[in-house]
């Protein structure tokens, strides 16, 4: 019995699960980019983990799928909408690129573009050479990166149905709606500005750390503000700055790592408690935009 192949099969599993991104080898999984079995386990393990624990218990209590909830819907969707355009986004990004997919058959391409397409999104392991990529894909990157998993998953960010209620709570917006409506149930006014009040507060976190990692780090731009995002996500992926890093800039990322995992859940609970005042005040407009 291979003992070491069973110790690191099980690491990697858990690892995955948990959206740990910790991997025993310095490569990460570089080494199976083109594996079909390393990469459907790995991937599945990290999307469970990640697409929140009451969806897999809706998922499992209900059979029929108009009886799910509006929550598990949109993540179902939502999950299989953002995977499938990231996968194909990096494909194309990245397909004339020698130093990620120039040089790989087509299958392993595609499994490169899925694996590192589903990722960013807190689980940490990549297939490809980050530091290699094209400023657009990492761009793309760090957006899955803040986006993020499901409420109550083992994954961070500001959660995808937070940035799903954002964008239908636009779409209404733009097309003179009062709310928000998906799949002939509407977003309660509450949830939205709740949606709002996490994506500003994460963003305004993240924006001030790159701003004292400007400052406290010699290194590029995109490097520091990559590893922001990443922190923010708990994602682990680097661009090679991490071991580089200052005292003081190692303090700012766990600060913005804990705030990330912690912070949007904390921030949920309170804002969920609305307090409702005897005292009313008149109506005035303000001009924006």
């Known amino acids: 019995m291979d003992l070491v192949g069973i110790f690191t099969s099980l690491f990697h599993v858990v690892s995955a699960f948990n959206n740990a991104g910790f991997s025993l080898w310095s490569d990460s999984l570089m080494g199976y980019v083109g594996d079909p079995v390393v990469n459907i386990i790995i991937t599945f393990l990290f999307i469970v983990g990640g697409i929140?624990?009451?969806?897999?218990?809706?998922?499992?209590?209900?059979?029929?799928?108009?009886?799910?909830?509006?929550?598990?819907?949109?993540?179902?969707?939502?999950?299989?909408?953002?995977?499938?355009?990231?996968?194909?986004?990096?494909?194309?990004?990245?397909?004339?690129?020698?130093?990620?997919?120039?040089?790989?058959?087509?299958?392993?391409?595609?499994?490169a573009s899925y694996f590192q397409?589903?990722?960013?999104?807190?689980?940490?392991?990549?297939s490809l050479d980050i530091g290699s990529m094209?400023?657009?894909?990492?761009?793309l990157t760090?957006?899955?990166?803040?986006?993020?998993?499901?409420?109550?998953?083992?994954?961070?960010?500001?959660?995808?149905?937070?940035?799903?209620?954002?964008?239908?709570?636009?779409?209404?917006?733009?097309?003179?709606?009062?709310?928000?409506?998906?799949f002939k149930r509407s977003i309660p006014g509450q949830v939205v500005h709740r949606a709002l009040a996490i994506t500003v507060?994460?963003?305004?976190?993240v924006i001030t750390v790159i701003f004292l990692l400007t400052i406290t780090e010699d290194a590029?731009?995109?490097?520091?503000?990559?590893?922001?995002?990443?922190?923010f996500g708990t994602v682990g992926l680097s661009m090679g700055l991490t071991a580089e890093l200052?005292?003081?800039?190692?303090?700012?990322?766990?600060?913005l790592m804990l705030?990330?995992?912690?912070?949007?859940?904390?921030?949920?609970?309170?804002?969920?408690?609305?307090?409702?005042?005897?005292?009313g005040y008149p109506k005035d407009d303000v001009f924006t935009g």
Request: one cysteine or more.
């Open 52 to 111: 929140g624990f009451t969806v897999i218990s809706d998922l499992m209590m209900t059979r029929k799928y108009h009886q799910l909830s509006l929550h598990t819907k949109l993540m179902i969707i939502g999950t299989l909408s953002i995977n499938i355009i990231a996968t194909i986004v990096i494909f194309l990004l990245e397909y004339t690129n020698s130093e990620t997919l120039a040089n790989l058959a087509l299958d392993e391409k595609l499994w």
């Open 117 to 126: 397409a589903v990722t960013p999104r807190t689980a940490g392991f990549n």
């Open 134 to 139: 094209n400023p657009a894909t990492l761009t």
């Open 142 to 182: 760090m957006f899955l990166m803040f986006i993020g998993a499901g409420s109550a998953s083992t994954g961070s960010g500001i959660k995808l149905t937070t940035f799903i209620v954002i964008v239908l709570a636009v779409n209404a917006y733009l097309r003179g709606k009062k709310e928000a409506v998906i």
């Open 201 to 205: 507060i994460s963003l305004l976190m």
């Open 220 to 231: 590029p731009y995109l490097h520091i503000i990559f590893e922001a995002f990443s922190a």
């Open 246 to 255: 200052s005292e003081s800039g190692k303090l700012l990322l766990c600060i």
């Open 259 to 279: 705030a990330g995992r912690i912070g949007p859940i904390t921030l949920a609970f309170a804002l969920a408690r609305t307090s409702k005042g005897n005292i």
